[in-house]
């Protein structure tokens, strides 16, 4: 049975950091190409970033780019996400995923196999 748990989430003010964690079992982790998506109330869930199974390639959605990093311990079986310079509209509930394809590192969810829970992540100003 595959499970991807998220933890990591909580309330920071406008400019803070947080850092996001997804512990998977069930798979063979570094078989996957690894994804980090995220739903705000009344909104459709969006892409926020992926990484292929090496680590070396990365993935961000342009809102993001240049404050959030996405990252992999392929030994831990966890994927991160490192979130800086937050701002309120990144206020979301914040989803893991794994993909057996590598289509998964374009950002479309639909490739996606297998999703955590989510957890939220609140940026008050």
């Known amino acids: 049975q595959v499970q991807l748990v998220e933890s990591g989430g909580g309330l920071v003010q406008t400019g803070g950091s947080l850092r996001l964690s997804c512990a998977a079992s069930g798979l063979t982790f570094s078989g996957y190409t690894m994804g980090w998506s995220r739903q705000a109330p009344g909104k459709e869930r969006e892409f926020v970033a992926a990484?292929?199974?090496?680590?070396?390639?990365?993935n961000d959605a342009d809102s993001v780019k240049g404050r959030f990093t996405i990252s992999r311990d392929n030994a831990k079986n966890t994927v991160y996400l490192q979130m800086n310079s937050l701002k309120t509209e990144d206020t979301a509930v914040y989803y893991c995923a794994a993909s057996s394809s590598a289509r998964a590192y374009s950002g479309g969810a639909n490739y996606y196999d297998y999703w955590g829970q989510g957890t939220q992540v609140t940026i008050s100003k």
């Open positions: 990484i292929m199974w090496s680590g070396a390639n990365t």
